[in-house]
């Protein structure tokens, strides 16, 4: 096998190509794995807890029991995602032992390192990492990160901040692509982003990863939302399994996704779903208490 | 001018887009089964499989592929879409009907998960020299009929296959910047490109 290799970029980011325009869902056991898979799922997340009952219960959030991560791979062919906490070598080097297709180097778990994320380039297995503007995306990318996402505000079923955090990444990739070449490395001193990923931005047009939605996606056309402003697919959190009715919620938000524009649709996906998730107002959340402020 | 759309339910759609224009057809990206009518090509990209295939389903596009293949139009599946393609996919629990339009029996995820996924050189029938396939949770072909072309072979196992007008791979032309496939298959529905004033 002398011409064969593995984990290399292409492989890594083609595997987050694969998952574009579609739905990854939070799971927290074999059965719910199951009822995403049959609403259409590309992948899900397996985890010990959603964000929203991370929330609730406090104390430190750490990578799932590997059992559940576990049962779930057995339970559905399609892939399975897992988080690690940010920094914590030792838990992202265990999921990719057990052969999970992709880590999430999570600022929704406690952080085991408040200086380092991990050097995501050294591994096998792909990482998605959160970002809130492009400084944030282009380190992690610099970092090896084959996917990222909007961090928004995890386990809230509110919105507002994966908008933000959508809407300016979009605007600093626009703002770079069109940029002389003389302004990029001012440009990189300012976003705190390394330049040549920024180099690598101003010639493909568009960041070299695939940017999805997440972090406060709660209905149909939350989804639908987040694919208009420029995402390349959404994870849902909390908003299916703690919604009234999980399996019309996952299908609905998957065809929501798909036709994203299709509003007379949306509309008859929206119908009857059942009450969403709660859902919590930013301002009502400290400093602290907010998720995206972790990651460096 | 060869118009080959590609099926934007989900997956590998943009990359795809880019391809054919690249290669001086004109792409169109395929929601709704009515555009099929227009179209000398359709590719089925590399995404999900038990995705699409639900979307296929619910979004009314078996039939209408199935009348676009027997009209001798081309089709071309990467990936999930040689999966879809498929008359017969090993252990499938799906209850769902799939394309089923080529005679070959396909295995899932038959490299292993994701950590296995990789990058080889492959010999291709009809290009002159190895082509960069890249392998991403691929499937493989078991089986074939008679009436099906084996197009490349990775360590005994079939990655490629034509059955006339039908052409298939596991891997993915299309996240590389080698044109050659893509070539080949537009090559394919221009045969089956019929002027509009002819």
Sequence with gaps: ?296 | MVKIGVLALQGAVSEHLNHIEKSGAEAINVKNPEQLDDLDGLILPGGESTTMRKLMLKYGFLEPIRTFAKKGKALFGTCAGMIILAKDIEGDLEEEESLGLMDVKVRRNSFGRQVDSFEADLDITGLDAPFPAIFIRAPHILSVSDHVDIVSTWEDRIVAVRQGNILATSFHPELTDDYRMIGLFIDMARKAHVPADS
Excluded at chain 1, 136 to 142: F, M, V, W
Excluded at chain 1, 177 to 198: C, I, R, S
Aim: glycine share 10%; proline share 3%.
């Design chain 1, 1 to 296: 096998m002398v011409n064969t290799v593995v984990g290399t970029d292409r492989v890594k980011r083609g595997m987050a190509q694969m998952q574009k325009g579609g739905v990854i869902m939070d799971v927290v056991n074999a059965e719910q794995a199951k009822v995403a898979e049959e609403a259409g799922a590309v992948a899900v997340m397996a985890l010990e807890r959603v964000p929203s009952d991370i929330r609730k219960a406090g104390g430190v959030a750490r990578m799932a029991d590997p059992r559940i991560v576990e049962e779930v791979m057995k339970a559905v062919s399609i892939p399975v995602m897992a988080k690690a906490r940010i920094g914590h070598i030792t838990e992202a080097r265990v999921l990719e032992a057990m052969g999970v297709d992709y880590i999430d180097e999570s600022e929704v778990l406690t952080p085991a390192d408040e200086e380092y994320h991990l050097l995501k380039s050294q591994y096998t297995v792909p990482f998605v990492c959160g970002c809130r503007d492009l400084g944030e995306a282009a380190r992690r990318i610099g970092e090896g990160a084959a996917m990222l996402r909007t961090k928004g505000e995890p386990g809230t079923g509110n919105i507002v901040e994966a908008v933000r955090h959508m809407r300016k990444v979009n605007a600093q990739v626009r703002q770079v692509v069109n940029m002389n070449d003389d302004e990029l490395m001012t440009a990189a001193k300012n976003f705190g982003a390394p330049y040549e990923v920024l180099k690598q931005i101003k010639e493909a047009g568009r960041l070299p990863v695939v940017n999805f939605a997440a972090g406060g996606v709660a209905t149909p056309a939350d989804a639908a939302l987040m694919m208009e402003l420029g995402a390349d697919g959404v994870f849902v959190g909390s908003g299916i399994f703690k919604s009234e009715n999980p399996e019309k919620f996952a299908k609905a938000i998957v065809q929501a996704t798909t036709y994203y524009t299709d509003y007379k649709l949306i509309g008859e996906l929206s119908k009857e779903l059942g009450t969403a998730m709660k859902g919590i107002d930013i301002a009502d959340l400290t400093l602290e208490q907010r998720m995206q402020e972790r990651g460096w």
